[in-house]
Structure formats: C-alpha cells, structure tokens
C-alpha cells in the first residue's frame, strides 16, 4: 500500500478536499440492537455472539472503542481511495492542520471529537461520562455528548422511547449510595431516583458530563468528545444484568469498592436541576437557506460554558442544488435520499452489507468547509444530510433555549 500521507494527498485532490469513509461497526455486548441502522439483518453479530449484536455506527472517529476482546482497530474510521483504505486517524496525524484546520490541529493534536449513530431495542443502563479531570486518572478524556433523533430513522420507536436523565430533585446522595450498595440484590432501584423523558424524532439534548441518563430506544445521532469512558450505575436493565466491571473499570483502583466516592464524582447540582429540560433541550433552529433547501442547527449551545461541539442538519428537495460555507471541517453523513457533495457521489443505502463501502459519509478538511460546499439533489426523493464540527469553530450558534424564539 502506498503511504498514508501520499495516499491522503491523493485523495483530496481527487475529491477537491472531500475524503470519502466506510463504515465503522461496533457491539456493546451488554445491549440488544435495535436493527435500524441498515446493517444487514444476518451481519448484526458479524463480530460473533461473545462480542454481543452491532448496536452503533462511529462516524468520523479517531479513537479506539472500550470493549473487552475488541479489535485492534475497532471504533476507528477508514478512508478509502482507489479501492485501498487507510486510517482517518493516521491521515490526520499526516496532514494535521490541513485536515482539521489549524486552530484544532493547535490545540488538541488531533480530531477531538466524533459521532454515532446508536441504536437498541430497549434502554441503556443508567450511567455518566467522567469529567476531564477524573477521566485522565485512568488514561482517558472526559465525554461530554449530544443527541438527535433523526425521523428517517426513527419510524419504528422499539420497546423504551423515553430517557431518565438526571436525578429527581430532592433525592440525597445517601439514596444514590443505597442503590449502588444493592447491586448484587436484583435491579437496584436507581431509576426510582430518577425522571423519564419520552424522546421526540426531530429534536435533541446536550448531556454534560457527570450527569447520569439512561438513553431510550430511538436512534440516536450523537456529536460527542472523543473518549468512550463511562460509568454503568444501574445493576439491571429490562432483565438483562450489567456487570458491575462497566460501573468500576473508569474509576482509580482504589476507589472501586468505594460507593460513596462514585457519588461525589457526580455533578450534583446539574443532576437535581429542577429546570433540567430548560437548560438540555434541544430543537432544530434554520441557519440559512434559499430555493428548494434549508439548513438547521440541530446541535447547539454550550457544556459547563464551553463549545464543545455543533451539528447541522441539511435537507435539499429534489432537483434543488446549494454552496454551504463553514468555518470548520466537518463529518457528514446522510440519512436519505442521492445526489452528490461537491465531485463526489452520495447515496443513502437501504442496507449495508458488514465491510461494504458506502457513499454516505464523507470528512470535510477545514479549507473545504471554508471555500464551501455545493450539495445537489440527483434523486427523486429529500436529501438529508447530518454534519457534526469540532470545539468552538460555530460562534454564531444559537444557544440552549433560542428555538423557543
């Protein structure tokens, strides 16, 4: 195989600073898929049954999944060119700021962010994502994350379309204690601390980190920081048990016996916030757009004061054509409908065969995004596109609360 950096160099020029991406597969062994991401029906356990059902799709990701028994590179994103394919990862390590745009390549020395899509037939167990400063503890960054709930793919809602997010407002962090002390007797009774919200397809939350939520059974699109660390706190999800390794494996050595220590790392006042759904919620605001297409924010607003990351959502009608400028590289992939991004060809899949090359995601490099885009409808359907951006390359983005104007 040529090296990485020519082959990159190549395939920007052939795609006029577009790069092309194939699908990335990931299990979670604990959850059932819910079988909506186009996978074919027979490859959702294609990693084999020990490894657990194909539950989420990793979109322009850098990082490595946390799974026991996983692949060397399972969780990272393949470009392809000319049939041969190379790490994103290792693309960007070689062109850096070209890639990525110079302000992140600066700063962060790589991508420092991704997204998935995921998907399970019922709830996930009710867990947080440590912080910045308690993830290094054991080798790892923080996570904090958002969701959006595409109607494409959400026509079918499975068994659990609600998420408990937070804790109920009055509830002690001795409650919390209690639970966790409970954990080998059964389900553990967390979510009695806790409130559901029933999911909405078109819409969408930012959840900070150290703020525990069990996410319900629409598929998700998830903007989030590059890191899978995380902390399982309920013992018992729909009869399936968790093991207690996914509540303790994030936390130092020392501290894994210590209850008391895991309820201290949550960020309690957000947990309690009474007016959580106020300063969470999330709804499609239109940026810009013109004849036959709209462009809508769909991820917005800041965590603990900061941008962490932003989406967008661009739908084109048939026959419509628009140039998109961005001030940052970009992931985009699409949920419906044909057409192209700039000389490349984009096609929604109605199902992916596991290891097949698609035309539905593509990495915008920085200078692209800048110079701008033009997106063409060549179907006979909507074109929808979802696009995810890196930490703090939007400053004109709406914040928490702007849809309600």
């Given at each position: 195989m040529a090296n990485v950096a020519q082959l990159t160099a190549d395939a920007l020029t052939e795609g006029d600073g577009i790069l092309r991406l194939t699908p990335t597969w990931v299990p979670r062994s604990f959850l059932e898929p819910g079988r909506r991401l186009k996978l074919r029906p027979?490859?959702?356990?294609?990693?084999?049954?020990?490894?657990?059902?194909?539950?989420?799709?990793?979109?322009?990701?850098?990082?490595e999944a946390v799974n026991e028994n996983r692949a060397h590179d399972e969780g990272l994103s393949y470009c392809i060119f000319n049939g041969e394919k190379f790490l994103l990862r290792d693309a960007i390590d070689e062109l850096k700021g070209e890639i990525v745009g110079d302000d992140i390549w600066n700063t962060y020395?790589?991508?420092?962010?991704?997204?998935?899509?995921?998907?399970?037939?019922?709830?996930?167990?009710?867990?947080?994502?440590?912080?910045?400063?308690?993830?290094?503890?054991?080798?790892q960054e923080e996570k904090p994350e958002s969701y959006?709930?595409?109607?494409?793919?959400?026509?079918?809602?499975?068994n659990f379309p609600y998420t408990f997010m937070g804790l109920e407002p009055g509830t002690t962090?001795?409650?919390?204690?209690?639970?966790?002390?409970?954990?080998?007797?059964?389900?553990?009774?967390?979510?009695?601390?806790?409130?559901?919200?029933?999911?909405?397809?078109?819409?969408?939350?930012?959840?900070?980190?150290?703020?525990?939520?069990?996410?319900?059974?629409?598929?998700?699109?998830?903007?989030?920081?590059?890191?899978?660390?995380?902390?399982?706190?309920?013992?018992?999800?729909?009869?399936?048990?968790?093991?207690?390794?996914?509540?303790?494996?994030?936390?130092?050595?020392?501290?894994?016996?210590?209850?008391?220590?895991?309820?201290?790392?949550?960020?309690?006042?957000?947990n309690v916030d009474p007016n959580f759904k106020d300063n969470n919620y999330l709804e499609p605001i239109v940026c810009e757009q013109g004849e036959g297409w709209v462009d809508k924010w769909i991820v917005y607003g800041k965590i603990n004061g900061r941008q962490c990351f932003t989406a967008k959502e661009l739908t084109l009608q048939p026959g419509a054509k628009c140039k998109i400028s961005d001030p940052g590289a970009y992931n985009l992939v699409t949920v419906q409908g044909s057409g192209r991004i700039g000389k490349l060809n984009l096609h929604t899949p109605v199902m992916i065969t596991f290891g097949e090359a698609t035309e539905d995601e593509?990495?915008?490099?920085?200078?692209?995004?800048?110079?701008?885009?033009?997106?063409?409808?060549?179907?006979?359907?909507?074109?929808?596109?979802?696009?995810?951006?890196?930490?703090?390359?939007?400053?004109?983005?709406?914040?928490v609360g702007d849809w309600k104007k």
């Amino acid at each position: 195989m040529a090296n990485v950096a020519q082959l990159t160099a190549d395939a920007l020029t052939e795609g006029d600073g577009i790069l092309r991406l194939t699908p990335t597969w990931v299990p979670r062994s604990f959850l059932e898929p819910g079988r909506r991401l186009k996978l074919r029906p027979q490859d959702y356990y294609a990693l084999g049954m020990d490894r657990g059902g194909i539950d989420e799709r990793w979109l322009g990701s850098t990082i490595e999944a946390v799974n026991e028994n996983r692949a060397h590179d399972e969780g990272l994103s393949y470009c392809i060119f000319n049939g041969e394919k190379f790490l994103l990862r290792d693309a960007i390590d070689e062109l850096k700021g070209e890639i990525v745009g110079d302000d992140i390549w600066n700063t962060y020395q790589k991508w420092p962010v991704f997204a998935k899509f995921f998907d399970n037939m019922g709830p996930i167990p009710h867990h947080m994502h440590q912080n910045a400063e308690q993830a290094r503890q054991v080798g790892q960054e923080e996570k904090p994350e958002s969701y959006y709930f595409p109607p494409q793919m959400n026509q079918i809602t499975n068994n659990f379309p609600y998420t408990f997010m937070g804790l109920e407002p009055g509830t002690t962090k001795q409650d919390v204690i209690d639970c966790l002390d409970r954990w080998n007797d059964g389900d553990n009774g967390i979510l009695d601390l806790s409130r559901a919200y029933r999911l909405k397809p078109g819409t969408g939350w930012l959840i900070p980190t150290r703020v525990l939520h069990a996410p319900g059974s629409l598929v998700t699109y998830e903007p989030q920081w590059a890191s899978d660390v995380f902390a399982m706190y309920q013992s018992l999800v729909e009869g399936r048990m968790t093991p207690r390794s996914l509540l303790t494996q994030n936390f130092p050595e020392d501290k894994r016996d210590d209850h008391a220590y895991m309820v201290d790392v949550l960020d309690w006042e957000k947990n309690v916030d009474p007016n959580f759904k106020d300063n969470n919620y999330l709804e499609p605001i239109v940026c810009e757009q013109g004849e036959g297409w709209v462009d809508k924010w769909i991820v917005y607003g800041k965590i603990n004061g900061r941008q962490c990351f932003t989406a967008k959502e661009l739908t084109l009608q048939p026959g419509a054509k628009c140039k998109i400028s961005d001030p940052g590289a970009y992931n985009l992939v699409t949920v419906q409908g044909s057409g192209r991004i700039g000389k490349l060809n984009l096609h929604t899949p109605v199902m992916i065969t596991f290891g097949e090359a698609t035309e539905d995601e593509f990495f915008v490099t920085a200078r692209k995004a800048a110079d701008g885009v033009e997106f063409e409808n060549t179907g006979s359907e909507p074109l929808v596109g979802l696009r995810y951006f890196g930490p703090d390359v939007q400053p004109n983005a709406p914040e928490v609360g702007d849809w309600k104007k």
